[in-house]
């Protein structure tokens, strides 16, 4: 009798992974590339694509808003009302009518004034952006105060000259002139931001995208409903 002959392995065979000397990586690809990190870096590129992209944009609105502090101080200049004064020829300078409320109402005007450049800047930027985020929120109330600033000095230089003596020696003894325009209370320049921070949330609130709901999952008493179990039909008679 012969011995069985072994059979010799064909080129052709597939062979066991483990005989190549090859570690086992669980992350490896189907193609044998491995990867040291399980995930790629393609979201992080994103990421930082965006926020650069974010970034640009908020400088961009900040840069638009401080801008249109100029349109507010010529507004300013000319829809606040006038502080009437007169001069006695020696020097001295008063009020024509003491108990007028025009200092009070330049205050008013400006106040009013920044509060509707606040929300069209919102409204403005909220459309540019289709959103909000904390560069939006930020360039809003970066450039609604410097644009207050500038309104502010701007109006200030429109307006009459800050020499009062001039003015005097200009109109004469007895004839009133116009006081230069003031803004009294400093924080009227916060109302800008304010009005902007206001109307943008209200309209990410509204109109501002929503998160997706995550799904159910099925332990939840409302995700699935229980299993309708056979009705017994009644015993029968006998």
Not at 130 to 136: A, D, K, T, V
Not at 186 to 195: E, H, R, S, T, V
Not at 204 to 213: A, H
Request: proline share 11%.
């Amino acid at each position: 009798m012969t011995a069985p002959q072994t059979p010799q392995p064909h080129e052709n065979q597939p062979h066991d992974n483990r005989a190549t000397g090859h570690a086992y990586n669980p992350w490896a690809s189907p193609s044998g590339v491995t990867s040291d990190h399980p995930t790629s870096g393609g979201s992080a590129v994103r990421d930082r694509a965006e926020l650069r992209r974010e970034l640009f944009e908020a400088a961009l609105i900040a840069l638009v808003v401080t801008v249109c502090g100029v349109l507010l101080g010529a507004l300013w200049a000319w829809l606040a009302p006038r502080v009437p004064l007169i001069a006695d020829g020696s020097g001295n300078v008063y009020l024509q009518h003491v108990e007028g409320e025009e200092a009070i109402g330049g205050d008013g005007t400006f106040i009013l004034l920044a509060l509707g450049f606040g929300v069209v800047c919102a409204a403005g930027a909220f459309l540019f952006r289709r959103g909000g985020g904390i560069p939006l929120v930020v360039a809003l109330v970066v450039g609604g105060l410097l644009g207050s600033v500038v309104a502010w000095r701007f109006g200030i230089w429109l307006g009459p000259t800050s020499d009062l003596a001039e003015l005097a020696k200009e109109a004469g003894k007895g004839v009133p002139f116009d006081a230069p325009l003031r803004l009294q209370a400093k924080g009227a320049l916060i109302a800008w931001p304010a009005g902007a921070m206001i109307a943008h949330l209200l309209l990410t609130g509204l109109f501002g995208p929503r998160d997706p709901e995550p799904p159910q999952p099925e332990w939840y008493p409302g995700g699935q409903q229980a299993p309708r179990h056979p009705q017994t039909p009644p015993p029968s008679e006998s």
